[in-house]
């Protein structure tokens, strides 16, 4: 396998964005990851460090709790929110996702189910304590990040916690100088997930990323009154 899997995942983007589906990109990605031909960029075999960083310092005691996992991929993110006790359901637009998480922890606590996250499941409408969204919304177009970053929101329930990491965007850069996927976030869209008014920003962190010091990623956590 010669390609980059950086560039083989734009690839199949922007093959996807030609037939004006700007989703059906993940599937056919993890579906060749599944078949040995592709490997998935973000796929690190274990929790976004971030991720795995905000855990250790807000210690959050999940039980009696749900959670959710946005884009779960192969599930690495979702064990670590199960591990802590939180009744925990991730979710991923790819099918073979999916299965690839349920054969990687067959003995997980956590529920992996497809599902879209333009179009969730009218019962997950602030339903959940905790609210993990990992380069999910990057990953998508920027014209339709909007949309989702307000469905990202809506999952939230009142009293519960939203963290969301994400790649930094240049300040000022226009959208069409970015090439994605990913295309990665304003500080403005960030803060835009607390377009609802009981939806409120309590921290916004820029960390180095550690492979790549010049490069930065967002980390915010936002709590719903």
Do not use: C
């Not at 946005?70 to 929110?81: C, R, Y």
């Amino acid at each position: 396998m010669s390609e980059d899997p950086d560039v083989q995942a734009q690839r199949l983007a922007r093959e996807s964005l030609a037939r004006d589906d700007a989703t059906g990109w993940f599937e056919n990605l993890y579906a060749a990851a599944s078949d040995g031909t592709a490997v998935v960029p973000w796929d690190r075999g274990f929790a976004n460090p971030m991720l795995t960083e905000w855990f250790e310092a807000s210690e959050p005691n999940g039980s009696g709790k749900t959670a959710v996992v946005i884009g779960a991929g192969t599930g690495w993110d979702a064990e670590l929110v199960a591990d802590h006790g939180y009744a925990t359901t991730a979710f991923d637009i790819s099918p073979t996702a999916v299965e690839t998480a349920q054969r990687n922890h067959p003995d997980s606590k956590a529920q992996y189910v497809v599902a879209n996250l333009l179009d969730t499941p009218a019962e997950w409408h602030r339903a959940f304590d905790l609210v993990v969204e990992i380069f999910t919304v990057q990953a998508l177009p920027i014209k339709l990040q909007p949309t989702a970053v307000g469905k990202v929101g809506e999952l939230v329930r009142p009293g519960g916690t939203l963290v969301v990491i994400a790649s930094r965007r240049a300040e000022g850069q226009p959208d069409d100088e970015v090439e994605g996927p990913p295309w990665p976030l304003t500080r403005a869209t960030v803060e835009s997930f607390a377009s609802a008014p009981d939806l409120r920003l309590i921290a916004l962190d820029e960390v180095p990323v550690p492979t790549s010091p010049a490069a930065t990623r967002w980390r915010a956590e936002f709590l719903r009154d």
